[in-house]
């Protein structure tokens, strides 16, 4: 059973930076991991997600330019490094994970991800 353990969240004010972490217990190269977050009473939504064979990244229109996807397979984590913070990015932030391919498939990220971490919480006052 592949666990995440995410880290990183906290509050900061408009225009302040937090980057999260996503510790998994496999190897991250060969998946697709991403990060998705979640206000309460609306549905969750994709915020970015980075597929490693081949290395391929891609943001949700909100974020993208603000926002970056990364992974470490050395340290089995991803990262999520968010900058220029809004109130609007206020949500529980998750991290999930692809079954682990181990192919070369440019549509990983269309997967189902199978696997979820337990959620950080991103505050960003004005």
């Known amino acids: 059973q592949v666990q995440l353990v995410e880290s990183g969240g906290g509050s900061v004010q408009a225009g302040g930076s937090l980057k999260l972490s996503c510790a998994i217990s496999?190897?991250?190269?060969?998946?697709?991991m991403g990060w998705f977050r979640q206000v309460p009473g609306k549905e969750r939504e994709g915020v970015a997600t980075i597929n490693t064979r081949p290395p391929a990244t891609k943001y949700a229109g909100s974020v993208k330019g603000r926002f970056t996807v990364s992974q470490d397979n050395a340290k089995s984590t991803f990262y999520l490094e968010m900058n220029s913070l809004k109130p609007e990015d206020t949500a529980m932030y998750y991290c999930?994970?692809?079954?682990?391919?181990?192919?070369?498939?440019?549509?990983?990220?269309?997967?189902?991800?199978?696997?979820w971490g337990q959620g950080t919480q991103v505050t960003v006052s004005s």
């Open positions: 496999g190897n991250t190269f060969g998946r697709c």
């Open positions: 999930a994970s692809t079954d682990w391919l181990g192919i070369y498939d440019t549509k990983a990220c269309d997967r189902t991800f199978r696997y």
